[in-house]
């Protein structure tokens, strides 16, 4: 019935039994409702004698059909079996409906200050579970023959000797070198097009080149130099104040791009992941990187430079911060075949430069989330909000490994893309563990970023002393350690001030194993830190 007949007065018998119908379906609704299994008596009287109930339920009873309790019985015979069968089903993993790990989700999500208050009372960190996992004895990833590795990319293992060359620090090679005069080099190197720095380096080195090249039986060679180190990670741990405090030393010539993310992401064609396959970075765009410490490496071997014996123990490296941890394009490339990828970064740079010095850069990883946190996270940022993230993410990779292993959970893309907040890269000893895999102790320097702050003079000679190199000038040595700290906290930032006590509380019972573990391995309770 419409509006327009209410109101013209039309229809009014149709009215009438429109409103009798609304009234009775009223009335209907305020009835109780009545189940299968309610057998009260609608005509007894409320205020009847307790002991006539017996006799109205056999009355009531009497009046189901023998179709009801067959269909009753059935139904609850069906029931049965199902909760049978799912127990049956169950094994230590749970239940047999559990969510595989690439669909992980929370159960429950707070939010507001409900959640902060929530969380204070209730910690969703089983840390008696992950103590127990790290506790373990920790099964060393079984390492791939080299064969396997090479074969992955014949490619890099062709342009890259077996050998270097002798009496130079670097290692450095000769290449054959057959382009034309004329000819730009650096025309289709790929970081020319995505730093204009390094094009503008490379503008320099090309106007020179030919001055370089060393010449042989007829022939042109240029010299080729791969990093003698690597300051592989971890993000917001002062890997960036270290690189440009390193330059200052005179036998340190860095590649002018501090993080080309090469080993890890644009030799398999990715920048940012979220972007998708790009363009393979060929691995000569990456050498490319490091022709300014060759052309000097060249100087010292020619003669032609005044410091010939230092040119010869100039080295050079790189710091690209996701080196330590990132492996994801194995499973955008193989993801219907690994669920833990089945080569590692640190794979492909021990087998072409089995000698390679590594240095890593740590800190209290709860505080390196919130760094992390605040320096990616673009809008809407808050203490309220990092605290939501973190509760998620922590209940996320505590359901992957309640069925998966640690490291399938550490290394697990699906999940780091589901987490809100990175919290696997505090996990320090995984990453680590994997890299002793392949490096020998005495290969690794690991640090502090709190070390590194407190004292730096002391720290940085850490670091040059492990890199054996000459010792500074006082000149140089004033100017290192009165250069201003890099890449340090926006004030932005700094204006939403800590984290929430509820937070750094569930972080720091989440990171604790791992942690005890990472401590002594390195024999060193600072790396606790339980004075953070």
């Given at each position: ?23 009775i ?35 009531n009873?009497?009046?189901?059909s ?24 169950w ?11 690439y669909q992980?989700?929370?159960a ?27 506790k ?17 990319d ?15 620090k ?13 000819n730009?080099l ?9 730093s204009?720095?390094?094009k503008t ?11 370089h ?17 690597y300051?592989?990670?971890q ?15 005179p ?13 890890t992401?644009?030799?398999?064609g ?5 972007d998708?396959f790009?363009e393979?970075?060929?691995v ?56 833990e ?8 740079i021990?087998?072409?430069?089995p000698?390679a ?10 505080e390196r989330l ?8 673009m ?20 359901s ?12 697990n893309t ?6 809100p ?11 680590l ?8 102790k ?10 590194y ?15 054996s ?18 890449n340090?906290?926006r004030?932005?930032d700094?204006?939403?001030g ?13 990171h ?7 401590a002594?391995?390195?024999d ?9």
């Amino acid at each position: 019935m419409s509006l327009s007949d209410c109101k013209n007065g039309s229809n009014t018998p149709r009215l009438h039994n429109h409103l009798r119908s609304l009234h009775i379906a009223e009335n209907y609704a305020k009835r109780p409702v009545r189940t299968f299994l309610d057998f009260r008596d609608t005509n007894v009287a409320k205020n009847l004698d307790i002991k006539h109930v017996p006799m109205l339920f056999l009355k009531n009873l009497q009046r189901i059909s023998k179709i009801k309790v067959v269909s009753f019985l059935l139904g609850l015979t069906l029931t049965f079996f199902i909760m049978v069968s799912y127990v049956l089903m169950w094994d230590k993993k749970g239940p047999l409906f559990t969510p595989s790990p690439y669909q992980l989700r929370p159960a429950a999500i707070l939010t507001g200050t409900t959640a902060t208050r929530a969380s204070s009372k209730k910690n969703p960190v089983n840390v008696k579970v992950l103590a127990k996992l790290i506790k373990q004895e920790y099964t060393p990833r079984k390492v791939p023959d080299e064969k396997d590795v090479i074969a992955t990319d014949s490619h890099l293992f062709s342009v890259i000797p077996r050998r270097f060359l002798p009496g130079i620090k670097s290692p450095c090679w000769y290449e054959e070198f057959s382009s034309k005069p004329g000819n730009d080099l650096y025309r289709k190197n790929l970081f020319t097009l995505r730093s204009k720095s390094f094009k503008t380096v490379c503008d320099r080195l090309r106007a020179n080149f030919h001055k370089h090249l060393y010449h042989k039986d007829g022939k042109d060679f240029r010299l080729r130099c791969l990093p003698y180190f690597y300051i592989i990670g971890q993000p917001k741990c002062g890997t960036t104040d270290l690189f440009h405090r390193m330059l200052l030393h005179p036998e340190v010539k860095f590649n002018i791009m501090k993080e080309p993310h090469w080993w890890t992401r644009k030799r398999f064609g990715y920048i940012r992941f979220k972007d998708g396959f790009q363009e393979s970075f060929r691995v000569e765009d990456y050498l490319d990187l490091f022709d300014l410490a060759a052309h000097s490496i060249q100087e010292g071997i020619t003669g032609n430079s005044s410091g010939h014996h230092r040119a010869l123990q100039l080295i050079t490296g790189e710091a690209s911060a996701s080196t330590m941890w990132d492996n994801q394009a194995w499973s955008y490339l193989h993801a219907d075949k690994e669920t833990e990828p089945p080569f590692l970064a640190q794979d492909f740079i021990h087998a072409v430069q089995p000698d390679a010095k590594i240095i890593i850069m740590l800190r209290d990883p709860v505080e390196r989330l919130y760094s992390d946190y605040l320096y990616f996270k673009m809008a809407n940022k808050s203490a309220e909000d990092f605290h939501q993230k973190v509760i998620e993410s922590v209940q996320l990779f505590q359901s992957c490994v309640s069925e998966w292993s640690l490291r399938s959970c550490t290394y697990n893309t699906s999940l780091f893309n589901d987490m809100p907040v990175r919290l696997n890269l505090g996990m320090y000893i995984v990453f680590l563990l994997d890299w002793l895999s392949v490096f020998s102790k005495e290969q690794i320097l690991v640090l502090r970023l709190e070390d590194y702050a407190a004292n730096l003079k002391e720290t940085i000679q850490k670091v040059f002393d492990f890199l054996s190199v000459g010792p500074l000038s006082q000149q140089v040595e004033a100017a290192l350690t009165k250069q201003p700290m890099s890449n340090t906290r926006r004030e932005e930032d700094r204006s939403l001030g800590p984290m929430l006590p509820a937070t750094r509380n569930i972080l720091r019972n989440f990171h604790q194993p791992f942690n005890r573990k990472l401590a002594s391995l390195l024999d060193n309770k600072a790396f606790l830190w339980n004075n953070s």
